[in-house]
């Protein structure tokens, strides 16, 4: 069986935001509450979008009224590929990983139909067997249940899958699915989330990473 890298998307694959922060200002300029830096929602990112608008709220001391949810997907899903990219050399990395061999996937506590969106937006669907959102399954990071239900759909197994991501939801993710995990340090947690996994410093250090953590099934000459 081909090895799989299971990819967090925002913060790791992609810059996203910017179109974030931008959504979530019409969110609340709609309701009369002053604006985010984007740095303040960096720190709301990570958890789904329910938790990024509980905390942004929580910030002007209020709760989220029953629109707002619906209000912010539906904006949100309209702008979601306005200002966000790909970091910097992750399509070359994705590409030469393809080329390697590897199965990839996309586990993310973004809402699928959001992630769908911005990933055909940006050209990068056709590259993962399986895109697990945070309302795909029952649970999401950093319940494993989500990674392994997000590896399950891509058709890989969770002997030879390793995870990606920048934020602790992935590395405990990992942890509990019995999966090793590279943390990315261009994204939006702390280093410290880390928390003993391997860091990657910038996306060309994925492929050598990766394969030093499944080197039996990395490569294109061991798995074909």
């Known amino acids: 069986m081909q090895p799989t890298a299971i990819f967090d998307l925002d913060g790791t694959l992609v810059d996203s935001v910017p179109d974030i922060h931008a959504a979530l200002n019409r969110l609340m300029a709609a309701r009369g509450l002053p604006p985010f830096t984007l740095q303040e929602v960096v720190g709301f990112i990570g958890d789904g979008v329910p938790t990024l608008l509980a905390r942004a709220f929580t910030a002007r ?16 899903e309209a ?25 990839m996937a996309v586990c ?12 055909d ?3 990068l669907s056709g590259l993962f067997a399986a895109v697990g ?9 950093p319940d494993p249940a989500h990674l392994l239900a997000t590896l399950k759909a891509a058709g890989g197994d969770p ?10 939801n992935d590395i405990a993710a990992a942890r509990g699915a019995g999966v090793p ?3 990315v340090s261009w994204g939006y947690g702390p280093r410290a989330s880390a928390d003993g996994a391997p860091v990657a410093e910038r996306p060309a250090e994925l492929p050598a990473l ?10 294109p000459t061991s798995i074909r």
């Open 108 to 119: 993310t506590n973004k809402p699928a139909a959001a992630a769908h969106i911005l990933l």
């Open 159 to 168: 002997a030879r899958a390793v995870m990606i991501g920048d934020h602790h």
């Open 181 to 183: 995990a590279i943390f």
């Open 210 to 219: 990766l394969a030093g953590l499944l080197p039996a099934a990395a490569g």
């Open 79 to 103: 702008s979601a590929a306005v200002h966000t990219r790909p970091f910097d050399g992750i399509p070359t990395v994705l590409e030469t990983l393809r080329q390697q061999g590897w199965l």
């Open 121 to 123: 937006a940006l050209g």
């Open 61 to 76: 001391d209020r709760e989220p009224d029953a629109a707002a949810l619906p209000d912010f997907l539906a904006d949100y």
């Open 133 to 141: 959102g945070g309302d795909s399954f029952p649970t999401r990071k």
